[in-house]
C-alpha cells in the first residue's frame, strides 16, 4: 500500500520569506499523481497544485512550486513570499492511476506566518 | 464555479442516534469518496464509488457505517448507532477517475460530527 509521510508537523515563516514543506512517499508504481492540499481554518481543502510523475517538470503554480524527485520519492513543496493567508494546515496528497486509485494523505504539515 | 456541497455543515447528537451525512459532487464527476478527518488519525478513506459502484469500503466500521449513491447526484454516509468516537469531521469530495486528466479531488466544506 502507499503511504505519505510530512516529518514536519509545524513550520513557521516570515512573511515575504520562502519556506519549503518536505513530503516523502512510498510505492511501487510508476504511474501515479502527487498533489498539495491547503486546509485553512475554516478547514476547507483547497487543491494548491498537482504533478503528474511521468512529467519531469516541475509543477509552479503562481508563488508555489515543487521539486519533484521521483528517484527519491519526494515531492517538497516550495511558498515564495510567503503571506499571511497562506497560513494553514498543508496535505501531501498521493493518487495512484491503476487498481482502487484512492487519493492518500500524509499527517498535514501546519504553517505559521509571522508579520 | 462548481462545488461539492455537503449537507448539514455542523451535526451534534446523541449516542445511539442515527447520522445521516449527504453530499452532491459536482456535475459530471464520476468518482466519490468520504473521509474522515481527527486530529489523531488525520485524513481517514471511509468509502470510495465509482460511476456510482462502491469500490473501496475497507476503512469503514461495517458495523454501523454504511454508504450509499443512490443517484449520481446524492452520496450519503450514515451511522447507525452513533458513538462519541465517532465525533470528526467527515469530507466528501468528487473527482475525475484518473486517466481522464490529472484527476484532482474537489473536496465539500466537511459535516463536522458531535457525538454526545
Known amino acids: 500500500a502507499q503511504t505519505v509521510t510530512q516529518s514536519q508537523p509545524e513550520m513557521s515563516v516570515q512573511e515575504a520569506e520562502t519556506v519549503t514543506l518536505s513530503c516523502t512517499y512510498d510505492?511501487?508504481?510508476?504511474?501515479?499523481?502527487l498533489f498539495w492540499y491547503k486546509q485553512p481554518p475554516s478547514r476547507q481543502m483547497i487543491l494548491v497544485i498537482r504533478q503528474e510523475a511521468y512529467k519531469q517538470q516541475n509543477a509552479t503554480e503562481n508563488r508555489f512550486s515543487v521539486n519533484f524527485q521521483k528517484a527519491a520519492k519526494s515531492f517538497s513543496l516550495k511558498i515564495s513570499d510567503s503571506q499571511l493567508g497562506d497560513a494553514a494546515m498543508y496535505f501531501c496528497?498521493?493518487?495512484?492511476?491503476?487498481?482502487?486509485?484512492?487519493?492518500?494523505f500524509g499527517q498535514g504539515t501546519r504553517l505559521t506566518i509571522n508579520p | 464555479d462548481a462545488r461539492v456541497t455537503q449537507t448539514p455543515r455542523h451535526k451534534v447528537t446523541e449516542m445511539g442516534q442515527e447520522v445521516t451525512m449527504r453530499c452532491q459532487p459536482i456535475?459530471?464527476?464520476?468518482?466519490v469518496f468520504w473521509y474522515r478527518q481527527t486530529m489523531m488519525q488525520g485524513l481517514e478513506l471511509l468509502a470510495y464509488?465509482?460511476?456510482?459502484?462502491?469500490?473501496?469500503d475497507s476503512g469503514m466500521p461495517k458495523d454501523r457505517f454504511s454508504a450509499e449513491m443512490p443517484d449520481a447526484t446524492l452520496a450519503t454516509l450514515k451511522i447507525q448507532p452513533s458513538e462519541p468516537r465517532d465525533s470528526a469531521v467527515y469530507f466528501c469530495?468528487?473527482?475525475?477517475?484518473?486517466?481522464?486528466?490529472?484527476?484532482?479531488?474537489?473536496f465539500g466544506n466537511g459535516t463536522r460530527l458531535t457525538v454526545t
Open positions: 496528497a498521493y493518487r495512484s492511476r491503476q487498481g482502487a486509485q484512492k487519493l492518500v
Open positions: 510505492t511501487s508504481e510508476s504511474d501515479y499523481y
Open positions: 469530495a468528487s473527482g475525475l477517475a484518473p486517466g481522464t486528466g490529472t484527476s484532482p479531488l474537489h
Open positions: 456535475l459530471g464527476h464520476n468518482t
Open positions: 464509488f465509482r460511476n456510482r459502484a462502491p469500490l473501496d
